[in-house]
């Protein structure tokens, strides 16, 4: 089996889902009050998990009883790959269908007149103990235990005994190749979803593209008015976290008259940035920003501060308290002649700015 199917497939679909900045997490998180994001990532899962085992199956064994459990294992993993495509055609493509209902193309000597998904469920069924109903009478069936079949067209053979007296058993042959290529086609099936997922995220994009962000002269309300399109632009971790960033800083009251020249210098520089934000979310493309540099100036300070710098942040953007903050701060004093004179009364919007200022020097 694992020369004919490998997992690049389901994990070439899996990297489609999580691209696209989260595209179909933002879009299929809660639809109506539905989580359709659980469901894709459980058939994501299902179909990698029975894949990978069909492509360690090693040969059938000869002896039948080992060969009839192989041949349940591999009937079991189909079945998975099968319905985990049938979930995903139904979020994607149609809600209302099943796909390739009504085709006949894989199984001969069918004993009843069904398409390819429900005969298939009844070869499941047939053989994996389970009662089968096949609608050919109002009796219910009971497979038998698997043999060697007596067709050449067949691997195993049952017989499936009715719950009536003196009613005739019915006789159901297994082909693995027919198995497999039942198994192939809906497999491949991921291609279509996939091109569908595709054309779902162009079609997000141009819709959003033709509605303009508004543009204020207010740099504050213009960040605001950023954050809440991010948000419905995808939202975007990293967008999110810039914007957060830039607002915390343009919203910082520096009082100290030698710092506030050196802050509206920085603001000013900074509009680049606002700038390029503000055109990529128009045109949805959400990629790393050019002017990211500007919001994360670096000197020589950047070393020297460098296990001072990343407790700072993880508590001035977290929520839990650092007792060693003082400490931080007195190591930005020190490295910079108090120049800024960092303070921990100060609010954290200014303990930012004046950060930020400190190793642009």
Known sequence: M???ITDEKISDFRDLINSNSGFIFHTYRNIDGKNYWNLICSCMDWITVSIRHLQSTPEFDKNIDVRVMQMFSLISSIDLVYEAITQLHRVFINSDSIPFTGEKEFFTDRIID???NLYFKSIRASFGAHPVNLNHSSSKRFASWPFDSYMNSG???????????DEDDLVMNLNSTELKNFLIKRYNYLDVVSERITHLF???KNNLRKQPIEINSDTVKQLYILKSESERRLDN???RGEIDELIMIFEADVKNPELSILASKYKISLKALI???HS???NMNI???ENDELLNPKSNLTSELSYELGKFYSWIYGDRYDPLINFYLERFNKATDFKFMFDIDDSDNLLLIKTKLMLLE
């Open 2 to 4: 694992s020369r004919i």
């Open 202 to 204: 162009e079609e997000f």
């Open 280 to 282: 990529n979310l128009q």
């Open 155 to 165: 691997d195993l053979t049952v017989h499936l005994y009715s719950n009536k007296v």
């Open 237 to 239: 971790d990293y967008y």
């Open 275 to 277: 700038e390029e934000i």
């Open 114 to 116: 069904q398409d390819d």
């Open 287 to 289: 990629v790393d920003l």
